[in-house]
């Protein structure tokens, strides 16, 4: 499967972005979704995942509460919603899924657990 991450831009501290990940070459629905970001001198980290049918998911503490993660397989496509936007949380932004049975909070939070990923989209916030 490709995927096709989008929706980064530059936006001023408290704002909102919708990021979108969406898959070409296979059916989207039997992979967990997940969204990494990596800030300029720092290693990738997790940010959320979600399951295969949008009832399982979880978060980084650091963006509980002010991210949304969500899939919607009609469209082969991921989303993450970001508000309340902070200038810490400019990153490049990456998607990445795996082919799953189950779903594992812990698991999936390793970005090493994933088969493919996305290009990357930048999220410049400015304070």
């Known amino acids: 499967v490709q995927l096709q991450a989008s929706g980064g831009g530059l936006v001023q501290a408290g704002g909102s972005l919708r990021l979108s990940c969406t898959a070409s070459?296979?059916?989207?629905?039997?992979?967990?979704v997940g969204w990494f970001r990596q800030a300029p001198g720092k290693e990738r980290e997790f940010v959320a995942a979600v399951g295969l049918r949008d009832r399982n998911m979880n978060y980084a503490e650091s963006v509980k509460g002010r991210f949304t993660i969500s899939r919607d397989n009609a469209k082969n496509t991921g989303y993450l919603q970001m508000n309340s936007l902070k200038p810490e949380d400019t990153a490049v932004y990456y998607c990445?899924?795996?082919?799953?049975?189950?779903?594992?909070?812990?698991?999936?939070?390793?970005?090493?657990?994933?088969?493919?990923w996305g290009q990357g989209t930048l999220v410049t916030v400015s304070s």
């Open positions: 070459g296979r059916t989207f629905s039997p992979y967990v």
């Open positions: 990445a899924a795996k082919v799953s049975t189950f779903y594992n909070p812990t698991y999936y939070s390793d970005a090493g657990r994933y088969d493919y």
